[in-house]
Structure formats: C-alpha cells, structure tokens
C-alpha cells in the first residue's frame, strides 16, 4: 500500500497523470488562451481598412478574443471606419470596446501637426495604453496584444503562432521598407537605438527564429499570466529610477528588462507589414506614399494586403495614364493568372494603365519545327553559367519581347515601357519613374532599362544623376525603348540566330563579352542606358521557395544532364554562413548531387548567384562566391589539405579583385576540379 502511495507521488510529480486503471491520461484538448487585442487610432483611415480586415482574417477563435479600441484627436473618418467595421463583426467576438472622442479637437494643444510627437500626445498615448494593460487584467485575458493601427498581420495564423511559442513578450517581425522594422537590437546608454551587427541578418531573415532583443514595438504580444507581468507598466513616473524619455514604448522595454521579463522578436515566417513611422517634419500626407509602399511590397511579395467588402468605400486609387509613356505593356503567360492579378495589384495601385501583351509560351512551341515560324537558333548556342542550349521557355520569351518591337514600330509608338510580369517595384516609384523620364529627355537614347540584373556594378559610368551606362547584364524585367530602337533590334534580324533576349540586348549595345556571338550582328548602335538605382527587382529571386521561371524550367531545347539547378531550395543555401563565421554548410542532398553529376563548377556558381542574390548587393559578391566555394569544398569529405594550394590562390584571386569576382572564375574551377579529385580519392 504504501508502496502505491509512493508511486502515485511519484508520478503525480513526475508530471504525467495516471488514472485508477493504470492507463495514461492524454489528449486532454485545451482551448486556445485568451487574447486581448488593444488599438489606439488617430488618423488612420486608410490604413484601417487593412488593418481590421487582417484583424478579421486572424486564423484565431473569435470567441477567445476580446477587442480594446480608442480613437480620438482624427481629421479623417477613422472613427466611421471603425464603426462600419464593428458593426458587421463585432459580435463574432468575446467583446468588442470601442471609446471614441470626436470632441476632442484635432491637436493637443502644445502639437505643431498631428504628427508631432509632443509632450502632451505622449502623455496621452502612456495614459491610453495603460488604460489599455489595466483593461487586459481586469478581464482576466491571457495575453495582451498591442497593436498600432498600420499594422497589416497578412500571415493569419500570426496570433496563433506567436502564442504557441510560450515567450512573455513577443513581437512578430514586421517588413517595412528598407532597413525599418519594429525592434531594436542595442540600446544606447541613453536609452536610444543603437545599431548592432545583430540587426541586417534578422531583419532581413538571413537568420530566423526568436531572438531576445531589448526592444520591441509597433506589435507585441504581452504573456499576463506571469505574476511579474503585473510589474510591467508604459508609465515612466511607474517606474523606480528610471531617467530615460518620456516615452510609452521605451519605458515599456526598460521597465521589463528591470523585472527580467525578456523581450523577444520573431522572424521564423513573414507576419506582416508596417510602414515607415512619419518624423515629426514630415508632412502628414506623405502617410499616404508610405501605406502605397507597404502596398507594393506586399504585392512583390505574393501576399497583397486583404481588404473587407465592406470597407471597400474608404480606399482611393490614382487615376490611371502611362506615365509619360506612348505605351506600357505588360508580358504575361496566359496560364500565369496569378502573377497577372497581382501585377495589375500593382498597376491599380500605382495608377499605371497597362497594355497586357500575351506572351508566347514556350510549352506551345514545337522546338523541332521552328523553321515554320522562320526561326533559327544561335549555332553552337550556349548558356555561359550552366552550359546548356536555349529552352523553349526562352524562345518563347525572345517571340514575346520581338512582337511588341513590333507593334511599337507599327503603331509609331516614341516612348514605351515593356514590364515583365514577375516584378516589383521598388517604394517611391511614381516619383521616380518620372524623374527618370525627365533625366533621359536630355539623352539621345534608344533603350534604358528600369530592371536587369547587373553583373559589373563598380565598373559602370553614370550617364546622369540617375542613370548609367550598362555594362554586360541579365534579364529584361522592364525597359524603355524608343521608336528608334525598337528599329534598330528589328533591322539586327534576331529571328535568323536567336539567343536569349537578354543576351541579345547586351549584344546590340555591344557590351556582350563573347565576340563569336557578336561577330553575328554586324551593327550594334544601341544606345542603352539603365536607372540607376533600378526601379523594378524580380519578384523572386532564382532558388527561392515558390520561384518558378518560365524560362528555366521549360524543357531544353535539346537534352542536358545538369537538371539539379532548379531543385536547390533557398533555404538550403541559406545555411551558408558567410559573415558570422567560418561555418559553411551545404545541405548533403544538394551536395550529393553535385558530386553524383559531377558539375562542381556549375554548381559553384549557382550557390554563389543565389547566395549574391539574397545579399541583393554586388558588392557582398565577394563574400558570396568565397561562401560557395568553400561551403562546397568543406562539403567534401576531409581532409582536403592536397587542395589548399588551390584554395589560397583563389582567396589571393577574390582579395586582389575583391569587387569584380567574376575575374576568378578560372580558379574557382582549378579549386573545385582539386577537390573533387580529391573526394573520389579518398571515397575509393
Ligand atoms: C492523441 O492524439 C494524437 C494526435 O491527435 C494521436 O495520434 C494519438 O493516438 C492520441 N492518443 C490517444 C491516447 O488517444
Ligand atoms: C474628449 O476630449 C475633450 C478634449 O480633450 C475632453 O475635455 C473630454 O473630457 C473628452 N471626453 C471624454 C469622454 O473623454
Ligand atoms: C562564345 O560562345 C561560343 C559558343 O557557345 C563558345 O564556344 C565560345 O567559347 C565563347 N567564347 C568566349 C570567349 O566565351
């Protein structure tokens, strides 16, 4: 008996529970924790429509949920906003408490704009919030999540994520523009940001996970169910010895790093999306500039901001033109529907009127007759990087590009934009656009690309302030041709040797590096020119999870052994550990396949265009290539020391030309070719 005593003791403080008949108790299903949601708004009425509809879509029981909204100081509708909302979906929840104060003017009386941040609007927004945290506790909620109305969760499953992770203070990373984003990574003595080297790889979600920063804002997510969360407080004069600002969300962060309540914030899935907080000299209006960013990020980024049915009346769009231009066409495959709806997001948003130009797919084309459409292939064609011939996808793309010259030369068009349909335009692109087309009316141009990828960035000589004079370049995602020019590509006959597009453009403006290919084209009189910085980038980049090229993964023109490429997943290269330290990885499946084709230099290059890519900066092109190859080379079963020769002239190689890589390339091969000698050595 006493025995069973005991063993009851120990189990019940072992943790697992056990019934009078000896079996398991398990699969007790608990109910998801309750959340209150707690939003001041002041002026957001064209954000709001976003934000509740994010709110609305959150993948989250509405009855564990309770809403806390105040809105008060507004020129604008966002009360009426929030009412409309509330009143189709208020009742779906726990609660919905809505305070509202349309008399209490427009400023607080020491604020120079709405935007100011001054003494009284801080002391207000601390009272608010805390009358917000007070709320939280008297209903007894679990967690409480702080929001600010521009906050755009399109992941829905954000809230539920986020508390399954068990974190007293969590905020989901949000992507902003450029290198914004809603935590800090150091703090100043002082109490200010300070920027660490912790920061870029987070933000840019080179590394993911939860990371305990010391400070979050903008979203967080507050555990109330530690009795240390009842110290935590957003009220400077609450807080003992504290003499940093008056300031809610530092005092916040503060205070809970005194009560060692660690703050966390998450990047381990794309949440969502926040605009660029206004400072105080901004004009107001520019808001509406900053929301059509988010906008077009969260386009590019195949997640488009939601918008409720109901709430539709509350957002403007710009009047549609062509920017200047005599036509915009956008090339589109009709089977890729999806990527159609969400660039003609984009052109609503932007205000752009675009002429949708069916391209031709490759998949119809019948590579062995293509006399019948009097095509003749580039003999001896091949692709520089992964030696193979010319897919269908890239005639097909070559057929679409030519028939718009075409018809620009048909129709007498002076000026037109030719987008492709996988891409992103980069903030501020109206204002842009048009300053481009300002600087280049003083040119006598024939082409200028607005998106490409560059391969010699350092080498190339500005024309204007904004434009340059390409060098040797991939890709043709969108560029400005004149009635000129498009002549010009339709006299070179392309059709009788036909090469990639993107090779032929290079050709005809004569940087094309190979002269075999060249020798083909007698005249190469193009003027090119190319924005700089670009104002269009590829939606995904090549390797990423959901990049499909049309391009490459046609079937090839003729067979090639070298399928892996398309099979690399980012993430996978994402392992490579550049910067931080000396670790390199490539995941074994990648490596197998290397070593089974035995493609090492291919694959030496397609790590290192994907790794560069991710980097989104030639600059880091160095590092990148050096990352490859020795994450390829360690890969290798070890020990590798009969190739260190060859390894220390390519580390000479990149440091001597540490900005053109490129340059190195023979070396890389001798590198790879030594290790991988080696490896069937040592393997047999
Ligand atoms: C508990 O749930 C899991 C997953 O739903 C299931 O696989 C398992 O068989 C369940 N166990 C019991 C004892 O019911
Ligand atoms: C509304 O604002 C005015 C001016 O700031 C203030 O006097 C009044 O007390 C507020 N009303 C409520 C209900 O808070
Ligand atoms: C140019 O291309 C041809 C045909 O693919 C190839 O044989 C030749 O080696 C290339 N020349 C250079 C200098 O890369």
Same mark, same amino acid.
């Given at each position: 008996?006493?025995l069973?005593?005991?063993?009851?003791?120990?189990?019940f403080?072992?943790?697992?529970?056990?019934?009078c008949?000896?079996?398991?108790?398990?699969n007790?299903?608990?109910?998801?924790?309750?959340?209150?949601?707690?939003?001041?708004?002041?002026?957001?009425?064209?954000?709001?429509?976003?934000?509740?509809?994010?709110?609305?879509?959150?993948?989250?029981?509405?009855n564990?949920?309770?809403?806390?909204?105040h809105?008060?100081?507004?020129?604008?509708?966002?009360?009426?906003?929030?009412?409309?909302?509330?009143?189709?979906?208020?009742?779906l929840?726990?609660?919905?408490?809505i305070?509202?104060?349309?008399?209490?003017?427009?400023?607080?009386?020491?604020?120079?704009?709405?935007?100011?941040?001054?003494?009284?609007?801080?002391?207000?927004?601390?009272?608010?919030?805390?009358?917000?945290?007070?709320?939280?506790?008297?209903m007894?909620?679990?967690?409480?999540?702080?929001?600010?109305?521009?906050?755009?969760?399109?992941?829905?499953?954000?809230l539920?994520?986020?508390?399954?992770?068990?974190?007293p203070?969590?905020?989901?990373?949000? %992507?902003?523009?450029? !290198?914004? @984003?809603?935590?800090?990574?150091?703090? &100043?003595? =002082?109490?200010?940001?300070? $920027?660490?080297? *912790?920061?870029?790889?987070i933000?840019?979600m080179?590394?993911?996970?939860c990371?305990?920063?010391?400070?979050?804002?903008?979203? %967080?997510?507050?555990? !109330?169910? @530690?009795?240390?969360?009842?110290?935590? &407080?957003? =009220?400077?004069?609450?807080? $003992?010895?504290? *003499?940093?600002?008056?300031?809610?969300?530092?005092a916040?962060?503060?205070n809970?790093?005194?009560?060692?309540?660690?703050?966390? %914030?998450?990047?381990d899935?794309?949440?969502?999306?926040?605009?660029?907080?206004?400072?105080?000299?901004?004009?107001?209006?520019s808001?509406?500039?900053?929301?059509?960013?988010?906008?077009t990020?969260?386009?590019?980024?195949?997640?488009?901001?939601?918008?409720?049915?109901?709430?539709?009346?509350y957002v403007?769009?710009p009047?549609?033109?062509?920017?200047?231009?005599?036509?915009?066409?956008?090339?589109?495959?009709?089977?890729?529907?999806?990527?159609?709806?969400?660039?003609?997001?984009?052109?609503?948003?932007?205000?752009?009127?675009?002429?949708?130009?069916?391209?031709?797919?490759?998949?119809?084309?019948d590579?062995n007759?293509l006399?019948?459409?009097?095509?003749?292939?580039?003999?001896?064609?091949?692709d520089?990087?992964h030696?193979?011939?010319?897919?269908?996808?890239?005639?097909?793309?070559?057929?679409?590009h030519?028939?718009?010259?075409?018809?620009?030369?048909?129709k007498?068009?002076?000026?037109?934009?030719?987008l492709?349909?996988?891409?992103?335009f980069?903030?501020?692109?109206?204002?842009?656009?048009?300053?481009l087309?300002?600087?280049i009316?003083?040119?006598?141009?024939?082409?200028?690309y607005?998106?490409?990828?560059?391969?010699?960035?350092?080498?190339?000589?500005?024309?204007t302030?904004?434009?340059t004079?390409?060098l040797?370049?991939?890709?043709?995602?969108?560029y400005?041709?004149?009635?000129?020019?498009?002549?010009?590509?339709?006299?070179a006959?392309?059709?009788?040797?036909?090469?990639?597009?993107?090779?032929?453009?290079?050709?005809?403006?004569d940087?094309?590096?190979?002269?075999?290919?060249?020798?083909?084209?007698q005249?190469?009189?193009?003027?090119?020119?190319?924005?700089?910085?670009?104002?269009?980038?590829?939606?995904?980049?090549?390797?990423?999870?959901g990049?499909?090229?049309?391009?490459?993964?046609?079937?090839?023109?003729?067979?090639a052994?070298?399928?892996?490429?398309?099979?690399?997943?980012?993430?996978?290269?994402?392992?490579?550990k550049?910067?931080?330290?000396?670790?390199?990885?490539?995941?074994?499946?990648?490596?197998?396949?290397?070593?089974?084709?035995?493609?090492?230099?291919?694959?030496?290059?397609?790590?290192?265009a994907?790794?560069?890519?991710?980097?989104?900066e030639?600059?880091?092109?160095?590092a990148?290539?050096?990352?490859?190859?020795?994450?390829l080379?360690?890969?290798?079963?070890?020990?590798?020391?009969?190739c260190?020769?060859?390894?220390?002239?390519?580390?000479?190689?990149?440091?001597?030309?540490?900005?053109?890589?490129?340059?190195?390339?023979?070396?890389?091969?001798?590198?790879?070719?030594?290790?991988?000698?080696h490896?069937?050595?040592?393997?047999?």
């Open positions: 008996m006493e069973f005593v005991l063993a009851l003791l120990v189990n403080f072992s943790g697992s529970l056990y019934s008949y000896g079996e398991d108790i398990k007790v299903s608990y109910k998801l924790p309750t959340v209150g949601i707690s939003v001041l708004v002041r002026n957001k009425a064209h954000t709001l429509p976003y934000f509740l509809t994010c709110i609305r879509d959150l993948d989250y029981p509405k564990r949920l309770y809403l806390w909204i809105s008060d100081f507004n020129e604008d509708k966002s009360i009426e906003v929030i009412e409309k909302w509330a009143d189709k979906y208020a009742s929840y726990n609660g919905v408490h305070t509202t104060n349309s008399s209490s003017g427009r400023l607080h009386k020491d604020e120079k704009s709405s935007i100011h941040w001054s003494p009284e609007h801080f002391k207000h927004v601390i009272r608010l919030r805390e009358n917000a945290l007070e709320f939280a506790r008297k007894w909620a679990d967690y409480l999540l702080m929001i600010d109305a521009d906050v755009f969760l399109t992941n829905p499953s954000t539920k994520e986020l508390v399954s992770k068990g974190l203070i969590a905020a989901p990373m949000l %992507v902003s523009d450029g !290198l914004y @984003s809603n935590f800090w990574c150091g703090m &100043t003595d =002082n109490y200010y940001y300070k $920027r660490t080297d *912790d920061y870029k790889p933000q840019r080179e590394k993911q996970g990371f305990e920063v010391p400070m979050v804002h903008t979203a %967080v997510l507050v555990d !109330l169910r @530690s009795r240390a969360s009842d110290h935590l &407080t957003y =009220n400077p004069e609450k807080i $003992r010895y504290y *003499d940093g600002p008056q300031d809610d969300i530092i916040f962060a503060v809970a790093k005194n009560h060692d309540i660690t703050l966390f %914030v998450c990047n899935d794309l949440y969502g999306f926040a605009p660029v907080p206004l400072e105080d000299n901004h004009d107001p209006k808001d509406f500039e900053q929301l059509l960013n988010i906008k990020e969260a386009i590019g980024r195949g997640s488009p901001l939601p918008l409720d049915e109901h709430l539709q009346d403007k769009y009047d549609l033109w062509k920017f200047g231009c005599s036509e915009i066409y956008m090339i589109n495959l009709e089977r890729r529907n999806e990527r159609r709806e969400l660039m003609e997001l984009s052109f609503k948003e932007l205000g752009m009127d675009v002429k949708h130009f069916m391209a031709v797919d490759g998949r119809n084309l590579m007759n006399k019948d459409l009097s095509i003749t292939l580039m003999p001896n064609y091949e520089p990087y030696k193979r011939p010319m897919k269908a996808g890239e005639v097909g793309c070559f057929l679409s030519y028939y718009i010259w075409e018809e620009i030369v048909e007498r068009h002076a000026i037109t934009l030719v492709e349909d996988d891409i992103h980069v903030p501020y692109f109206r204002n842009r656009f048009m300053r087309m300002r600087e009316s003083t040119l006598d141009w024939d082409l200028v607005i998106g490409r990828k560059i391969l010699l960035d350092d080498e190339e000589q500005y024309a302030q904004h434009t004079r390409p040797y370049s991939y890709w043709t995602l969108g400005l041709l004149s009635e000129r020019g498009a002549r010009k590509l339709l006299a006959r392309p059709l009788d040797r036909m090469l990639p597009v993107d090779e032929f453009l290079p050709i005809m403006f940087q094309h590096p190979n002269a075999t290919w060249k020798a083909h084209f005249t190469r009189n193009i003027e090119a020119y190319s924005a700089a910085p670009l104002l269009v980038h590829p939606t995904h980049y090549t390797g990423q999870e990049y499909i090229s049309d391009t490459e993964d046609s079937d090839l023109v003729t067979d052994p070298h399928h892996y490429k398309n099979e690399l997943s980012f993430f996978e290269l994402f392992h490579c550049c910067h931080e330290s000396n670790e390199y990885y490539v995941s074994e499946k990648v490596y197998r396949r290397a070593f089974s084709s035995g493609a090492y230099e291919d694959l030496v290059w397609e790590v290192a994907s790794v560069r890519e991710s980097y989104a030639l600059r880091d092109s160095c990148a290539l050096q990352c490859a190859a020795d994450a080379g360690d890969a290798l079963p070890r020990p590798a020391a009969p260190d020769e060859q390894r220390r002239a390519l580390q000479a190689c990149y440091a001597a030309h540490e900005l053109q890589p490129l340059k190195c390339h023979h070396l890389v091969k001798e590198f790879m070719r030594c290790a991988r000698r490896a069937l050595h040592s393997h047999s």
